[in-house]
């Protein structure tokens, strides 16, 4: 006599649910991978020609429509001051993607040159470049952008310039620990017995091998400065008043929370939605990475 689980129906509706969220696409890319990623080609789509194609204007104002509701002529309705909520959006895409892709790629740019070097040559650069990084790491980080930024107050640009110095030091710990176990494998062995100069084995051949590791950093980097940016902004700072800044605008529009949710809610959403899925695709790509090389053992 076979036993049925007591959970068999709940159980098969969950593994049922699991499967179709596991269900994988085209060359076997995860459905939730597939949504990340239009997701962020509609952000950027958006941010490249979004003005252009949705026309309107970030700034105009309708005295007589603050803080109306969503309609056809203004599809997340208007703010305080009578600006368009969706105009808005759209015009703040382009701040979203490039202020933290630059603090990412700052660090992924640094993380490689100096990780690698501290992991690969190893001794007193090894030891300086790892008590360096503790000390930077003893410091906190987004504290002192929030200090930086309202004492000299120099907006957008300086926030960006305060997070690239202060985001690297991770980055350049988790690349330093994959160029020391890089360092002892075969391949390295071969190239030094072969006479291959130190910087073509540090900046070639291990660069290429943990690209997926420094776009998996880039990732993350990515939503971590896009946190960091709209909070600054959040606190009026790092931002200029009035600018379409998801950040700004989420802070604006708390005040019309009873009146026109979506003055919070959409940027809010924007914001927490593009770091999610720049995350998970990182993610994705890592872990594509992991599993091909214990494939290959």
């Known amino acids: 006599m076979t036993s049925v689980p007591a959970n068999g ?9 699991r499967s179709v969220f596991r269900r994988r696409r085209g060359g076997g890319v995860p459905i939730i991978i597939v949504l990340a990623i239009l997701y962020l080609v509609v952000i950027a789509f958006l941010a490249a020609v979004g003005p252009h194609v949705f026309g309107g204007s970030a700034s105009a104002q309708d005295l007589l429509g603050n803080g109306k509701s969503p309609s056809w002529a203004h599809w997340l309705g208007t703010d305080g001051l009578g600006r368009d909520i969706f105009h808005r959006m759209v015009a703040g895409t382009k701040t979203a993607l490039i202020g933290p892709f630059i603090v990412a790629f700052t660090g992924l740019v640094f993380s490689a040159l100096i990780g690698i070097a501290a992991g690969y040559l190893g001794g007193v650069v090894d030891l300086v470049i790892s008590r360096f990084v503790d000390f930077m790491f003893a410091l906190p980080g987004l504290l002192i952008a929030i200090v930086v930024v309202s004492v000299v107050g120099g907006g957008y640009s300086l926030a960006i310039a ?8 991770g980055d350049i710990r988790i690349v330093r620990s994959v160029a020391v176990k890089q360092r002892v494998l075969p391949y390295i062995e071969a190239a030094r017995t072969l006479g291959v100069p130190r910087r073509r084995i540090m900046y070639r051949h291990i660069l290429l091998n943990m690209i997926p590791i420094l776009i998996a950093n880039l990732a993350l980097d990515f939503g971590g400065a896009l946190i960091a940016l709209a909070g600054l902004a959040f606190l009026g700072l790092g931002s200029q008043a009035g600018s379409p800044e998801w950040g700004r605008m989420l802070a604006e529009g708390q005040s019309l929370l ?5 003055a919070a809610l959409a940027p809010g959403a924007a914001i927490v939605l593009l770091a999610m899925s720049v995350s998970l695709i990182g993610d994705w790509i890592y872990d594509q990475y992991a599993r091909r090389g214990r494939s290959e053992r």
């Open 9 to 17: 129906p709940a159980t098969s509706r969950l593994s049922a649910a």
């Open 162 to 169: 305060v997070l690239c110095v202060l985001n690297v030091q």
């Open 258 to 262: 009873f009146q026109n949710p979506s």
